[in-house]
């Protein structure tokens, strides 16, 4: 059972370049959230999904978009990246936001922008 | 806005002995939900225990348990008997009943275990 996959685990690029990130889940979950951590900070969100075909924003948007075309797959872009994006970058997912459902977690993408 | 605060950055504790993880929140939801996350060096985010605030009760998941002051919006973890594997990132998270999809992080606490 592999839970949440994030594809790929460790990227560098350079400023002004773009990317996606991918995230996977074979839970049948309907939320999905993208959460960036830095240090001396606890996770802060940046986007999520509600289920198939929706997004929306969360703490930290800015920068970054998000598609959610089959329920099981989360991307994060980023269009033309920063240096002030350099973090790791985590992807979530939960079966429903009703009662004390957890989020389940990937391993996390470290991305570092030169 | 609601907060999470984990005032202590570090701990160390030795092998076998008890450890208590300090979180405080702040909210004006009389409903809601804690959690205990464990982040150990391979990054993956971990469930330790979980908390619903209208349960008086304490949760306990084998080693690990929690004091769950509500008054005082207080949510400590302690870990019995530890143990090596227990060395991780452990963070401190809120999220309200309903309402919103968003939980809330403390800064996290480093644990360290001395064998």
Known sequence: NAGVTQTPKFRVLKTGQSMTLLCAQDMNHEYMYWYRQDPGMGLRLIHYSVGEGTTAKGEVPDGYNVSRLKKQNFLLGLESAAPSQTSVYFCASSYSETEDQPQHFGDGTRLSIL | ?115
């Not at chain 2, 809120?94 to 001395?114: A, D, E, M, N, Q």
Request: hydrophobic share 30%; net charge positive; charged share 20%.
């Open chain 2, 1 to 115: 806005a609601q907060t999470v605060t984990q005032s202590q950055p570090e701990m160390s504790v030795q092998e076998a002995e008890t450890v208590t993880l300090s979180c405080t929140y702040d909210t004006s939801e009389s409903d809601y939900y804690l959690f205990w996350y464990k982040q150990p060096p391979s990054r993956q985010m971990i469930l330790v225990i979980r908390q619903e605030a209208y349960k008086q009760q304490n949760a306990t998941e084998n080693r690990f348990s929690v004091n769950f002051q509500k008054a005082a919006k207080s949510f400590s973890l302690k870990i019995s008997d530890s143990q090596l594997g227990d060395a991780a990132m452990y963070f401190c998270a809120y999220r309200p009943h309903s309402g919103t999809y968003k939980y809330i992080f403390g800064t996290g606490t480093r644990l360290k275990v001395l064998a």
